[in-house]
């Protein structure tokens, strides 16, 4: 490769955004979707980029993808099955939709393909909803869209008006529905659950731990909350999870994700107060106690941004909004936040010193061919990670 190009390739960085898709499949992280302010105006990212960030080498590339190209949109839900990247619900231009994408990110096509489903019936039209992935199904929750008045119950609590918002007989809200896609056979259905479930809600985060689906916060109406609810997926059993500390304030567009068998991150978000959070929690999910966590990325509140669970236990965040994007919105991001939450195994420490410090040092680079094979490649691998940028040459 020409080195100019290369190092032009090794500059691309994916555009800043909020309200997008990112899942994470083996160390690549993939971005699609989600929108991004031009001066006054929202404008839509491509809807035939995916972005693919690789973890290891800190290298961006776009893919161009063909096929049954979803419309562009914000507030999609996505999740990684078996290698396979699915894409529900979210708004376009012309509102909230339920139709289901899907794109295989290991056959080297990037082709995507509109989902028709053989039996059940989707869920309504809605953006801002979370899903689990769990037995080789996705299982959806919640979210904000539009329903008839027919199918509006007045005695059901799994919608809840939203009385700013209606034209004719369609009604806007938020509902708490649990429905359930299977890619086996392409049916929907919407099993009956039990125990309370948590109010109607939008913008809320949700983290899967074993067979565990655990949703937290959220906005129906004007209220934010930190309520933390779990959902066995077995059983479609609702408990909420009364915690026995004092809890984060209320905030909706957060994230919530695993960091071990029994630990939920929880990162930034929109507070009752409209301000963009930059706080870090971690929920223990035995004791029910919430603890605020350090971490090197107080000056930087995030919003509608994604989080993905990576190696070694870390959480990489990606854009969203440093802004009340409601008011002002203009702070959105294209920055890739990793979050340390545990001790990195001493392979990795030593992987990473050598990349890092091997520039500098003579005597270390000369000895880097020397490495056996594997190991060899893994530094070579973070060497590409720790290369100088621009703003440095």
């Not at 993808?65 to 990684?80: E, H, I, K, L, Y």
């Not at 992935?133 to 929750?141: A, L, N, Q, S, T």
């Not at 392409?186 to 109010?199: D, I, K, Y």
């Not at 990489?316 to 991001?333: A, P, R």
Request: one cysteine or more.
């Amino acid at each position: 490769m020409d080195r100019a190009l290369e190092r032009q390739c090794l500059e691309l960085v994916a555009r800043e955004r909020s309200g997008h898709t990112a899942v994470l499949h083996n160390n690549l992280l993939y971005v699609w979707g989600g929108y991004m302010s031009v001066g006054d105006d929202e404008v839509f990212l491509p809807n035939d980029e995916l972005w693919e960030y690789d973890l290891e080498r800190g290298v961006w590339r776009v893919l161009h993808t063909t096929g049954d190209v979803p419309p562009s949109m914000s507030g999609s839900c996505g999740c990684c099955l078996n290698g396979v990247l699915f894409i529900f619900g979210g708004c376009d231009d012309n509102g909230q939709t339920n139709e289901l994408y899907s794109v295989d990110l290991t056959d080297g096509t990037f082709t995507w393909k509109k989902i028709i489903h053989v039996s059940g019936a989707p869920p309504s039209p809605r953006d801002k909803l979370s899903c689990w992935v769990y037995d080789g199904k996705i299982i959806y929750f919640g979210g904000y869209g539009h329903k008839v008045l027919s199918d509006l119950d007045s005695r059901s609590r799994n919608f809840i008006v939203d009385e700013t918002s209606w034209a004719g007989e369609v009604f806007w809200g938020w509902n708490n529905e649990v429905h359930v896609f299977d890619p086996k056979d392409l049916s929907w259905s919407q099993p009956q659950t039990f125990g309370r479930a948590p109010a109607p809600r939008a913008a809320h985060a949700s983290a899967s731990i074993g067979s565990k689906g655990y949703i937290c916060g959220g906005r129906v109406m004007e209220t934010r909350t930190s309520d933390i609810h779990c959902l066995d997926l077995e059983t479609y059993t609702w408990t909420e999870l009364v915690p026995s500390s004092t809890a984060p304030v209320g905030r909706s567009w957060h994230s919530l994700s695993p960091v071990s068998d029994s630990r939920l991150f929880l990162f930034g978000g929109l507070s009752m107060e409209c301000n963009p959070m930059s706080d870090g929690w971690v929920f223990d999910t035995g004791s029910r106690k919430w603890t605020e966590v350090e971490h090197p990325f107080k000056n930087k509140p995030r919003l509608w941004h994604t989080a993905c669970p990576g190696r070694d236990s870390d959480v990489i965040v990606f854009g969203g909004s440093c802004d009340y994007i409601l008011l002002v919105d203009t702070g959105h991001c294209n920055d890739a936040l990793v979050f340390q939450m545990q001790p990195y195994p001493l392979s990795r420490i030593c992987e990473d010193y050598i990349a890092r410090t091997v520039q500098g040092c003579d005597s270390l680079r000369t000895q880097v061919p020397l490495l056996p094979a594997k190991l060899q490649s893994a530094v070579y691998t973070r060497m590409c990670f720790y290369r100088p940028s621009k703003k440095h040459q």
